[in-house]
């Protein structure tokens, strides 16, 4: 049984919302009775992100502050701005996520106490069933922003997102006057022979009168690494043809094209446990390989997407969204490392070769109206969408220990010289994943103050597994299971002033009882439904009308129930019925008291719990009720400030705290908290060129990013320099 977190987390946010909200209450005051949700002041400041839209959390035309939920939109103005490299680092502005990327993971993100496939990462509000794995951090330059909503969104995206939804939204072709024809490029060089190219152009085709747009992206980097010898080169492209067909019809056509090719990737690090069960890292093991010297990584991802947009009146439109998406990822690599007993060597195990192959094809088509219900204005949103997901799988798994290397190696070895082990690709088997699915969504003004948001969404999703290998009665030749969830949303807001409103939401969510269906085994999947979720929110937002003060506070509850868990009186067997939760409070504020200096920053604090958990241990079902899970920090804060002291310069200060995360579900190993201080320093050249310079983990500080055992750990970037500049023309 773990101790709960301290409440000084949860007081400090309040404390802080608190602050935030009171010059509402003084400056409104004598407004309340005649204040309306449609007369709140639009304000168009650089850094207040609830003017602008809310993201994946609605398909209706809302802003982020209107939106009863927790929103975050990171913009392409902010991703420049705080030096994001790639999509792991723009989610730290999300309140309470942590996250990091060892190889065998996408964004392995944790949210409001749930991680994995609990939360759904989407590309272009489309979900791949698989972000445990192709949420690979891609670099971030072809992006326009990226987006996320706390706790359960299903009812938005499909099964999955109990703990959240993040979408990453790509770069398109614009024909408006607000986006001219303007180039973009940077060009980097940094720490550890780190080089980055980018440069991305929207051309409109035809001059004022034109009809066509056309978009395109690239970006290239290269990389030796902080771990000894783990080169890695990646290209990033995106291209994107907008034609206005009619005045009220437009097509767009979006292709992507994503490779990464990691040599030698860096698995992680070898941990000692002390008594009181922290984790030490060995020194001078902390930049170290033990990873074979011809390991690999590689990802190939191509996306097509055709977009229809039909203003069929001045109320009401259709949109289309037509995709495929392509991709083959190979890994070759000894994976686990432990100490032997006294810490002179490394045992290695977990040599690993595998290829996942997997397209996803579908479509969504959305029908959007903006109306009256008597006289009182209404926005409906309702649509159908298809997918088709199909993977297979190609693993190669040598048990056993492979060797112990010295502990100071440098290149140990080869993959081929490891017994059993060889270049081919034997099929396991192959998951079919077909999704129908009908949705609506509604906002409606109940009264002048008063609106109520509500969703509803039906899936029938059909996993059919086709064994490629000897069939058994555990792995059947073929199998099939039908779902069919129905989850949803209601919502009440209500305008306190037209600067400050508070909202209470509920919501449901439903997903895979363990991993996810994409690849998912008959005992992943046996005599199991969905499992459910479901939240309560309660959450108040304020922005100063002239933009110069913005926050947001909520308080969330999460169940989720009928989760996959060991058998107490039958050893090996899993039974539907565990239960976890969550409960938290988040805050985020920016603040920008002169016109030289601006602060933001968000803090959160979670309880997350395993209420009802067995875990099979030596063949033992053990009760885990009451811990915490692994890899789930209690608190996360993350602060930006930026002073401009001068006209043409800017000096900025970063800061990220991570508090401590158990290592095994058992809660007897725990790594340390971690905090972050990074610096900048940015020269205006002109209107048209910076050049920056950015200290990242300015203290040179060793930390324990991600747990990924009781026995090793992946460990967080040292310090690292970058030398930059981009230009706009």
């Not at 409001?112 to 496939?117: A, L, V, Y």
């Not at 990646?234 to 043809?241: I, R």
């Not at 074979?292 to 055709?306: F, L």
């Not at 947009?309 to 432990?338: C, F, G, K, M, P």
Request: charged share 20%; net charge negative; glycine share 8%.
């Amino acid at each position: 049984m773990n101790t709960l977190p301290s409440p000084a987390p949860a007081a400090l946010a309040t404390a802080i919302g608190l602050a935030l909200l009171l010059p509402a209450i003084a400056a409104h005051a004598e407004g309340v009775a005649d204040a309306t949700t449609l007369d709140r002041v639009q304000v168009q400041a650089a850094d207040n992100a609830l003017a602008g839209p809310a993201g994946n959390a609605t398909r209706l035309d809302v802003s982020a502050m209107d939106m009863p939920a927790s929103v975050t939109v990171i913009d392409r103005d902010t991703l420049d701005r705080r030096g994001v490299r790639n999509t792991q680092e723009a989610l730290y502005a999300v309140p309470g996520l942590s996250v990091a990327s060892p190889p065998g993971n996408g964004n392995a993100v944790t949210y409001r106490g749930f991680s994995g496939s609990q939360v759904a990462q989407l590309f272009n509000g489309i979900d791949l069933q698989y972000a445990t794995i192709a949420a690979r951090p891609v670099d971030a330059w072809i992006f326009e922003r990226v987006e996320a909503v706390g706790g359960p969104s299903t009812f938005m995206s499909g099964v999955g997102a109990v703990g959240g939804a993040i979408n990453y939204v790509t770069r398109l072709a614009r024909l408006d006057d607000a986006t001219p024809d303007a180039t973009q490029a940077m060009a980097s060089v940094g720490s550890f022979d780190t080089v980055v190219l980018a440069a991305g152009r929207n051309q409109r085709l035809g001059g004022e009168d034109a009809r066509n747009a056309l978009r395109a992206d690239i970006a290239y980097s290269t990389s030796d690494g902080w771990s000894d010898r783990n080169d890695r080169e990646s290209l990033t492209v995106a291209a994107s043809l907008l034609s206005r067909i009619t005045p009220s019809l437009t097509h767009t056509l979006a292709l992507e094209h994503q490779k990464e090719d990691s040599a030698r990737p860096y698995w992680g690090t070898p941990i000692l446990v002390g008594a009181d069960g922290s984790v030490r890292i060995v020194p001078g093991t902390q930049t170290r390989n033990y990873n074979v010297g011809d390991g690999y990584y590689k990802q190939d991802v191509d996306w097509a997407r055709s977009l229809l947009d039909w203003q069929i009146s001045d109320d009401a439109s259709l949109h289309n969204t037509l995709y495929a998406y392509d991709a083959l990822r190979d890994y070759r690599n000894v994976e686990t490392y432990r100490f032997n007993a006294d810490v002179s060597g490394v045992i290695r195990s977990g040599a690993f070769l595998q290829r996942h192959d997997q397209q996803v094809y579908g479509d969504k088509l959305e029908w959007r109206y903006r109306g009256h219900l008597g006289e009182r204005a209404t926005q409906w949103n309702a649509g159908v969408d298809v997918s088709y997901n199909r993977q297979t799988r190609f693993p190669l798994s040598i048990a056993g220990t492979v060797d112990t290397v010295p502990i100071d190696a440098v290149t140990p070895g080869s993959f081929f010289d490891v017994p059993g082990a060889a270049q081919v690709f034997v099929p396991q088997r192959t998951n079919r994943v077909r999704t129908q699915a009908l949705f609506a969504e509604n906002l409606t003004q109940l009264t002048d103050r008063l609106s109520l948001l509500t969703a509803l969404r039906q899936d029938h999703v059909t996993l059919n597994v086709e064994n490629h290998q000897a069939a058994t009665a555990s792995n059947p030749a073929r199998f099939e299971r039908d779902y069919h969830p129905t989850t949803g949303r209601a919502a009440l807001e209500m305008a306190i002033t037209p600067q400050w409103n508070t909202y209470l939401q509920l919501a449901t969510a439903a997903d895979p009882p363990a991993g996810v269906l994409s690849t998912a085994s008959l005992a992943n999947v046996q005599d199991f439904d969905l499992t459910r979720g479901r939240q309560v929110e309660w959450g108040t937002k304020y922005q100063r009308a002239d933009g110069r003060a913005s926050g947001t506070l909520a308080a969330y509850h999460i169940v989720r129930e009928n989760l996959a868990i060991a058998d107490p009186s039958q050893p090996g067997q899993t039974l539907p019925v565990g239960q976890q939760s969550a409960r938290g409070i988040e805050a985020t504020f920016a603040v920008q008291p002169v016109e030289e200096l601006t602060l933001q920053g968000n803090l959160a604090w979670v309880d997350a719990t395993l209420d009802d958990f067995y875990e099979s241990v030596a063949g033992v079902s053990v009760s885990r009720a009451g811990n915490r899970p692994t890899n789930t920090p209690s608190r996360v804060a993350n602060a930006w400030l930026d002073w401009r002291f001068a006209p043409a310069w800017t000096a900025g200060l970063d800061v990220r705290a991570v508090s401590s995360r158990y290592a095994d579900a058992a809660n007897r190993v725990s790594s340390a908290g971690y905090g972050l201080l990074g610096a900048s320093l940015r020269w205006d050249v002109d209107a048209s060129t910076q050049i920056a310079l950015r200290v990242r983990n300015l203290g040179d500080k060793t930390y324990v990013a991600y747990a990924l055992s009781p026995t090793m750990a992946y460990l967080g970037e040292p310090r690292s320099l970058e030398l930059s500049a981009r230009w706009n023309f």
